[in-house]
Every structure is written in structure tokens, then in C-alpha cells.
């Protein structure tokens, strides 16, 4: 096993005028699962193809265990990869797909059928030596590709979103046989996946990139709950933060934020713990995730609003419910939307709030809903950034 370190590292395409991946530093530790996540085009990939050595680097260097391996091949960086398509050989059995890559380094049968048996046995494919890919379903499939890899015992385990070609239903089952086979074997191991679900559920660090740029490096709770810029508080989460710009303001009776023509209090406990009074007056950014967001709202409560409800969602065991609060200005990444705002032409902005299924909110009706004051987020509006001690 070997931990992993990019320093610096750049990606610069030719022909192109901005890096694919700009200045990325991370540091990752021997035996850690660490998922790089982010929307299409954000340079997640292509830094995975730098550690595997699939893409030249352009500037930096990347250091796996203690060798900076910018001019060693692949083959010999002690690595192994799975990517989104399977690549078995069609015409071999399990236990030949498996053994390939001992085979072809001259491995004594001996050991070579030992680490056969112990990788199937892992994997759970025991029963399934004999057969051939084409009798095998798709998760079959990814783990006797993933066995394959891992047969060589390598110091770093890449997967390039390996379960996008599978249905709902079977990624959410390999989701946990992944992480359960990497707290297993200990191998260190760098995830790529464009779902944050996935990101969220597996890795014990999520690294969030966005347009090359890293955004933010940490643990799933602290993504959720501190996330570090604006981009990240509207990213994780799923249904997205509720992210609208506002002013702080200051009166006699404490601080408060504007929501849509009405006031939202703002705790002086926690205005004063983050330094909010610098702010007074100031552009920011408020956000509130939907889980925070209560239908059970009094006219008594500081952090209640009025609102109309625009759809109701209704999932068993949760209600999602849409909903006008008056605001045209909230944070959101569409550029059609950004376009027509600019214009002033931008309509109402749903918020969302997550309610319990017992909720009896309909659409088109008048409402008051809650806002849990005490899990408010406020980011500085030029910068983007988390605004916290």
C-alpha cells in the first residue's frame, strides 16, 4: 500500500486556453478511500488519469508512495484501474479473467491459484469460477473486473465511475460492496463518480473539484454541514441547499436577514461566534438546506415566513415540497436562469423544504413554513466563501 500526493499538479490541454486541472494539491493517506466528485467537465477524471499516468502531467509533481512518478509509465507505477466499462475477455472463465494479470507476470501456479481462491473469496465469486461473462450479470461482471485489478495486490486502486452502467437498484448494493472490500483489504483507493451519493456513502474524505479548481477536501459530515464556499453548500445535498443573497442587518432587537421582503432572525449567539457583524449592511449569502425547513410554523416563530406552495412531492416516507417566497435572486447554477436575472426577467425561485410524510401541505395554498434560524450557512457574496471561525 502507499499514500498518494499531488503537488501542484496541472492539466493543460493542447489547444486550449484554461487548465483542465489547475494547481491541485491533496494529500492522501496509506490505506484511505477518497472520492473525487463534481459536475461533468470538472477535471475529476483526468486527474485520476494523471495518478494512473494515462495523461501527461503539465506542471507539478505526483507522488505515490516516495517516488514522484511524472515520467514512469503505468505499468510500473504499482497501480491497477477499473474503469466504467467492464473489458472482460469473453472467451475465458472467471477464474482465467481473474488470473490474467499473474499469468502474464510468470506467477507460479502455486500462488497464482492461491490468490485466485482468496480474491474470489472476497468478492464473493466463488461459485462463479467457471462461467464466462456473458452468463454473469452486471454486477457479477464489475466485480470479477474489480477482482482482476486487484488480484495484483497494487499500492493504489483507481475507479473511474465503475458502476455507471448498472440500475438503480444493483448500484446501491455494489455502493456497499465496494466500501466493504476496500475496509477489507486496506488498499488505498481513489474513486471517481459524478454522483454525490456515491461520494457521500463511500469515501472517508470527498474531494469536490469544479472547472479544475479544487473546492473543498473532507469528510462527508463537514461537506454537509460547513460547507467552505458557495459552490459546495449547493452541490452536496440532494434536494440542494437553498442558497438567495440578502444583507445582514442590525437593529435594537438583534440581526436579521431578508427573505423575500420579510425578516428571518439570525441567533446573536451565532452572529457573534462567526464575526457577522462585519457584515452589517454588506451583501452575502444565506442558505438554508431543506431538512431545516418545517411546515409547523407559528406567526411567533423568528425564523417563520410566508409562503405559497407550488408542488407538493409526495415519497412515502418524506414530502418535498416547492414553494414561492417572493425571492428572484437565489444562487443557482443555470446559466439560462443567470442569463434571463441579468435581464431582470428572471421569475420566482422555488425554494425547497423537506417535510414529514404525515404533512398535509397542498399546492396553491398560502403558507407559513419555519426556518431553523440556528442551521442557517452565510457566505461572503464576492468571494463565495464560508463566512466561520
Not at 484511505?32 to 485520476?48: D, M, Q, R, W, Y
Not at 466504467?84 to 472467451?91: G, I, K, T, V
Not at 448494493?173 to 483489504?185: K, N, Y
Request: with cysteine; glycine share 8%.
Amino acid at each position: 500500500m502507499a499514500s498518494v500526493e499531488l503537488k501542484k499538479v496541472q492539466k493543460v490541454y493542447d489547444g486550449a486556453v484554461d487548465p483542465a486541472v489547475n494547481d491541485l494539491d491533496l494529500e492522501i493517506e496509506d490505506g484511505e478511500f477518497i472520492v473525487f466528485v463534481g459536475p461533468s467537465g470538472c477535471g475529476k477524471s483526468t486527474a485520476l488519469r494523471m495518478i494512473a499516468g494515462l495523461e501527461q502531467i503539465t506542471g507539478g509533481e505526483c507522488v505515490i508512495g516516495d517516488r514522484v512518478v511524472n515520467d514512469i509509465p503505468p505499468k510500473d507505477r504499482d497501480i491497477a484501474m477499473v474503469f466504467q466499462n467492464y473489458a472482460l475477455y469473453p472467451h475465458m472463465t472467471v477464474a482465467r479473467n481473474l488470473d490474467y494479470p499473474l499469468r502474464i507476470a510468470g506467477v507460479e501456479k502455486a500462488e497464482l491459484d492461491e490468490r485466485v481462491t482468496q480474491i474470489a473469496r472476497t468478492l464473493q465469486l466463488t461459485e462463479l469460477l467457471e462461467r464466462k461473462p456473458s452468463q454473469l450479470s452486471g454486477g457479477q461482471r464489475q466485480r470479477v473486473a474489480m477482482g482482476r485489478a486487484l488480484i495484483r495486490r497494487p499500492a493504489v486502486f483507481l475507479m473511474d465511475e465503475p458502476l455507471s452502467n448498472l440500475d438503480a437498484k444493483l448500484r446501491v448494493s455494489m455502493r456497499s460492496e465496494i466500501a466493504r472490500i476496500q475496509e477489507e483489504l486496506g488498499v488505498t483507493t481513489v474513486y471517481v463518480t459524478h454522483d454525490q451519493v456515491e461520494a457521500m456513502t463511500m469515501g472517508d474524505r470527498v474531494m469536490v473539484l469544479n472547472a479544475g479548481k479544487l473546492q473543498q477536501v473532507a469528510p462527508p459530515e463537514v461537506l454537509y454541514n460547513k460547507p467552505g464556499n458557495v459552490f459546495v453548500a449547493g452541490f452536496i445535498g440532494s434536494p440542494a441547499m437553498n442558497l438567495w443573497q440578502s444583507k445582514y442587518s442590525i437593529d435594537g432587537d438583534g440581526g436579521w436577514v431578508e427573505l423575500g421582503g420579510q425578516q428571518v432572525s439570525v441567533p446573536s449567539a451565532t452572529a457573534e461566534r462567526i464575526g457577522l457583524g462585519a457584515y452589517a449592511g454588506k451583501d452575502i449569502t444565506v442558505g438554508i438546506r431543506p431538512d431545516d425547513v418545517h411546515d409547523d410554523a407559528t406567526d411567533e416563530s423568528s425564523g417563520s415566513v410566508n409562503v405559497t406552495v407550488k408542488v407538493r412531492e409526495a415519497l412515502g416516507s418524506e414530502v418535498i415540497c416547492h414553494f414561492d417566497a417572493g425571492v428572484s435572486r437565489m444562487i443557482i447554477d443555470d446559466p439560462d436562469l443567470e442569463e434571463m436575472m441579468a435581464e431582470g426577467m428572471a421569475p420566482d425561485i422555488d425554494f425547497v423544504g423537506r417535510f414529514s410524510p404525515e404533512s398535509d401541505v397542498q399546492p396553491g395554498e398560502e403558507r407559513r413554513v419555519r426556518f431553523d434560524v440556528n442551521k442557517l450557512h452565510f457566505f461572503d457574496a464576492e468571494s463565495g466563501l464560508r463566512i466561520d471561525t
